[in-house]
C-alpha cells in the first residue's frame, strides 16, 4: 500500500499564523488560490486538549476543502508524518514578507 502525503502549510489569516496538516494541496481552479483537502487533526489523545487545535477544528468542523488566498502562503512543505495544527499570534518575522511582482490586477487607468 502507497504512503499517503503529508504536507505542512503555513500562512496568515487576520493577523494569526495558521499551521496546517493536510493530505491533499494543490493549485486550485479559483484563479490566486490553493486547494486544501483532508485537514489532519489528531485524534490519538483525547486526554491532553490543546486550545488551538480544538479551535481550528471548531473552525474547519465540516469542511471537505479550503480555499487558501496564494498571497497569504508562507510555506507548504511535504513532511514524514503529521503533527499538530495550531494558531498563533503572527509575530513581525512572519508578516515581513516580501511577494513576488505579481499581474493579478493592477489599479490605474482603464485602457480605452
Known amino acids: 500500500m502507497a504512503r499517503k502525503r503529508v504536507y505542512k502549510i503555513k500562512f496568515i489569516s487576520q493577523g494569526k499564523l495558521y499551521e496546517l496538516f493536510a493530505r491533499e494541496v494543490g ?16 485524534e490519538k489523545s483525547a ?10 477544528k471548531a473552525e474547519f468542523a465540516g469542511v471537505k476543502r479550503t480555499y487558501i488566498p496564494l498571497h497569504t502562503i ?6 514524514d508524518k503529521e503533527g499538530i495544527n495550531k494558531i498563533t ?6 508578516t515581513n514578507v516580501a511577494f513576488f511582482p505579481s499581474s493579478l490586477h493592477t489599479p490605474g487607468k482603464d485602457k480605452k
Open 74 to 79: 508562507l510555506r507548504i512543505d511535504e513532511v
Open 27 to 42: 493549485q486550485s481552479t479559483m484563479y490566486g488560490f490553493v486547494e486544501l483537502g483532508e485537514i489532519i487533526f489528531d
Open 89 to 94: 499570534e503572527a509575530t513581525n518575522a512572519d
Open 47 to 56: 486526554v491532553l486538549v490543546d486550545p488551538s487545535e480544538e479551535q481550528l
